[in-house]
């Protein structure tokens, strides 16, 4: 079938609602929070070259790069909207160091030039190409932005040199890189530049992956980076979570662009096996640290959820994608659960703090369970922080930030997608749209356009709703509704209805066994603790009792009180009773959005909870 | 107020039923499993003293004196009731090493003659004072049992060092043992020899616990050890539950001997503070394998419970001695717990094979998470093994079957009190008495006593039951029916009304909030996998549905079946789904008791389960 094109953020003015808002506070304090997190723990000062192992600086990590790269790529996105000529001072400044630094022979690396030079291309878990990788998404992002293309031309030279070293003298240690990154980034520029040459290492590095049995040094085995079977026979989702739809994102692409059935048929098991079976209600993935891994089916405790903030926004990178070469909902149904979140929650809600790690469920007291010994179990940090020593999450946020407009609108030649719902207008082939919302606070969308004359709009009814109306005519069609569109400029209402619902996971999910989620069209809730007191399982909640919901500046979106009764020991000295002894006290459970958790100190938090 | 006298399991013959069965298969089979894995080992033949650096024979460890002391005390007890000359002379065997082998000073320990001689009495966590009062209390139960005291008179010399080191020349490197139970033996060879250096001893240790700042050399901090406060002001149970319990006997014998209200205030809040916040349903203790230790109140989960085994026959050798004290029905009541539960569930049904720890939840499926790493989540092993590296549970259990008649009767100069219920006959000051009962089958206990006019007899009404019927005109004291005897000789039927009964836990409990579990009579049950399938938590019991129990003679107990729904899936595909949308059929739940879970292979188990 025909793929859909999407409509770059570019096009797309996020005009109003809670996005703008998000947008806002990316632009006006997230990005400089990261920039001078960044100056403090001298990622910027590494990319003089001057570290030695007797200096007083810190000692550059193997993926520091990455890090500053991710941050200029977000400073790219920022500056296409919003010129600001200190950020793009940054930026340049940035470039000039590289240009500085580059090898005669193309490489570039931080790490490997100054401390380990000896073993350039020689450790595949040293992340060099993943470096490279997100260096070259900075440098398509900051060129589309400004139209100045001196990173790409640095670049070029670097990706002439790993072609020379990988495809043709095959002198790496490695074959294909142990994070993949490099490959989605060859995408994007072969996008951009239709060089072939950008294409062709791109397949490379996917069709060699697997062929051998190429583990890594460390502990991990060969699935952990998605290298134990050739990419088309990948059919379920292994290993280090980000890794993996990294890879799963430049498969998507792959099959787009060389309409590979056996890579795309990959692409579809991937993503069924996913969210069928190995995703958190709130869009998180990756159930265990060990690995930051996918696990088996099913496997999805909440207290001990890894989740990673980046995990996340690859699963949406990786949704938005497939929704291109196969317009089913779902695929903009998963990206919308990431952006209302999974992505989401990394962030705090003053901008200025991440989480990198992603719970389901926080236990205060589980911190301090062992009393006698300086022991503990392993548990996610409870408050956001605005730096990690592995700081992949904060400009990873950034950009996802900067570019939701970008998951909006696809076209085809005779048709305009909306798949997602955000206050905006956009310029999209020869059409003129402009959506009106206030979406996720309530379900009203109004959408205005102009020029759309014989073609077909195709509006995404969400998973989550299951009651809506229309104020045109409309067919269903893989989720969403179609619209012909007669009249050259047209007015379409579509109202979701929201209201509290209350999902169930499936059976074999053994961790919400006999629990419920809450969610608010695409929101999903939480408890906590600041709220609703010590213990949130003593709570149970009434789903059909009277619901409250107020919308709250604070969070952007509604705030949800409901009947509950609380579970009191009818003898407080007995620690196991009859059932039916113990005393039910009506209350009331208030529940905020779970992106919102974290932000009033630390608290015990839930998602799951017990319901009537 | 007056204290009873315990009935020691000498004047009491378990003559059938539940415990005859069991008795029998300790005599015949487990002392004689364990006695061949310790010859297997190598604990019998460092006896000999003849491991060198060199030797080809295993190490010892500093604690194997202490398992071939209580698999000797264990011996002892079934010659007790069973001569049997091999037996007896593999008893004899050890003895005579040890005489061969005691220090001209008196000391004896192998590991700190063999191995490391210069670290005698230098490191508090060695264990030396441990064995020493396991080997205390094998000479008095072989001196019982025989007669012999050349065990005795060989201790006594060592003892006699003890008292010189630790209280006259105050010369070793620390002040009380790191791990308590030579303080309980110092009493039992007390009311033994009535010689009051035993006593001294006794109470040294326990005054001067908590007294200094004594911390172990590792990495526990002092309330690992019961040392971060003086004994009378140890009010909550923290730390290594082993030596918590071990403590908890001695101070309890201490309270008793020496009727110090203070000690008896820390025993009651002590007993408490365990039984009403830190005790699974099943009696085990010690939710963490983090320092094998209490942790904090209503921390108990299920699938990493570590509950030692042990640990439960510590507590119930606690709540024994507080009954003697104190008869409230709580202490038997406890007692009743992990004879049927928490300590039973230490041995396979053939006797062989033994769990150190006893977790109330297994899942397969968690031992297999982690599929792209080496690494993995520690957690409990699901089969019984003949023996541990660290081996100290299965003489523990074989001691404690051999001697649970012990725990059915004690006096005052004026009652009679029956505890538990066990088909036996009793010779006791004066009166016999015969009970016949088929418990935990089902309630009915039939008491003939004989020479009781005038007494009063005190029967326990067990914490679990709610309706009960005497043949007797009765009052209640404390827990217990009261019976005063106007005939010498009469017959006394009491009938514990047993149905399947449904528990709940203290709301605080979080790891059981919206769960149930399963009593039929003392007995705790479970679900197993081999029975109901892959996943028990799809699982929903019908607790108001007809239950089928049928007895079952593997088990010695009735088998539960209740009908139950099984949760399904509407939509396979669908992770999230709205609640009521599952599908619900009808099916049925199999339970058996707890103590005989894991006896048919790896499966998985839950005591605590969904109900409607």
Chains 1, 2 share one sequence.
């Not at 723990?41 to 192992?53: C, E, I, L, Q, V």
């Not at 095959?170 to 074959?175: D, K, L, P, V």
């Not at 069609?477 to 979701?496: H, I, K, R, T, W």
Request: glycine share 6%; net charge negative; charged share 25%.
């Amino acid at each position: 079938m025909e793929h859909l094109q999407q409509v770059p953020f570019s096009q797309v003015d996020i005009t109003g609602g809670f996005w703008r808002q998000k947008q806002t506070l990316n632009r006006d304090v997230t990005i400089f929070a990261v920039r001078d997190r960044f100056e403090d723990t001298g990622r910027f000062r590494a990319f003089k070259f001057d570290w030695t192992p007797d200096s007083d600086i810190p000692k550059p990590h193997f993926f520091w790069d990455s890090d500053i790269a991710k941050w200029m790529e977000s400073a790219a996105y920022i500056l296409a909207k919003t010129p600001d000529a200190a950020l793009q001072q940054t930026v340049e400044q940035v470039i000039d160091d590289i240009e500085a630094h580059q090898d005669e022979s193309g490489y570039f690396n931080i790490y490997h030039t100054v401390a380990e030079p000896e073993n350039r291309f020689r450790i595949r878990d040293h992340h060099e190409l993943y470096c490279l990788g997100h260096l070259i998404e900075a440098a398509v992002a900051y060129f589309e932005a400004t139209g100045h293309d001196r990173l790409i031309r640095i670049l070029d030279r670097y990706i002439d040199l790993v072609i020379r070293v990988f495809t043709v003298e095959h002198s790496a240690g490695f074959t294909t890189p142990g994070h993949e990154e490099i490959e989605l980034a060859l995408f994007k520029l072969y996008r951009l530049r239709r060089d072939k040459k950008y294409l062709d290492l791109a397949m490379f590095f996917l069709n060699e992956r697997g062929q051998t049995d190429e583990y890594l040094t460390g502990w991990g085995n060969a699935r952990y980076a998605q290298s134990h079977l050739p990419v088309r026979q990948q059919l379920t989702a292994e290993g280090h979570c980000v890794r993996a739809c990294y890879l799963y994102c430049a498969m998507a692409d792959a099959a787009k662009e060389t309409n590979d059935p056996a890579l795309f048929a990959a692409c579809r098991s991937l993503f069924d096996d996913i969210t069928q079976k190995k995703m958190y209600v709130t869009g998180g993935i990756g159930s265990s640290h060990h690995g930051e891994a996918f696990t088996i089916p099913y496997d999805l405790p909440n207290d001990t959820a890894y989740n990673e903030t980046c995990a996340s926004i690859a699963l949406s990178m990786f949704a938005d994608r497939m929704k291109e070469i196969d317009p089913q909902s779902k695929y903009a149904d998963t990206v919308e659960r990431e952006l209302y979140n999974g992505a989401l929650a990394g962030l705090s809600l003053d901008g200025k703090a991440f989480f990198y790690e992603n719970p389901l469920e926080i236990n205060l007291s589980d911190r301090h369970r062992h009393t006698s010994v300086n022991d503990s179990d392993r548990l996610p940090i409870t408050q956001r922080l605005e730096v990690f020593g592995c700081s992949c999450c904060p400009p990873n946020v950034t950009r996802y930030l900067a570019t939701v407009g970008g998951s909006i609108y696809s076209v085809t030649d005779d048709a305009l997608y909306v798949h997602q719902f955000m206050e905006n207008t956009a310029s999209v082939d020869g059409m003129t749209v402009r959506m009106q919302t206030r979406y996720p606070q309530d379900g009203k969308v109004r959408l205005t356009i102009d020029g759309a004359k014989g073609k077909t709009v195709f509006v995404r009814i969400p998973g989550w709703c299951s009651d809506y109306t229309c104020s045109l005519p409309c067919r269903m069609q893989n989720g969403y509704a179609a619209f012909s569109a007669d009249e050259d400029a047209f007015v379409l209402d579509v109202d979701f209805a929201m209201q509290p619902s209350f999902v169930a996971a499936h059976p074999a999910v053994r961790a919400d066994a006999g629990k419920a989620a809450l969610l608010y069209g695409p929101v999903v809730y939480c408890m906590e603790g600041v709220d609703n007191g010590e213990n949130l399982f003593d709570l149970v909640i009434e789903p059909h009792g009277g619901a409250e919901v107020r919308f709250d500046e604070t969070y952007g979106a509604n705030v949800i009180t409901l009947p509950a009764q609380r579970i009191e020991a009818a003898d407080e000295t007995a620690l196991y009773a009859p059932c039916g002894a113990e005393k039910a006290t009506p209350a009331k459970a208030t529940f905020i959005p779970y992106y919102a958790y974290a932000n009033r100190g630390e608290s015990d938090m839930t998602v799951w909870f017990r319901c009537l």
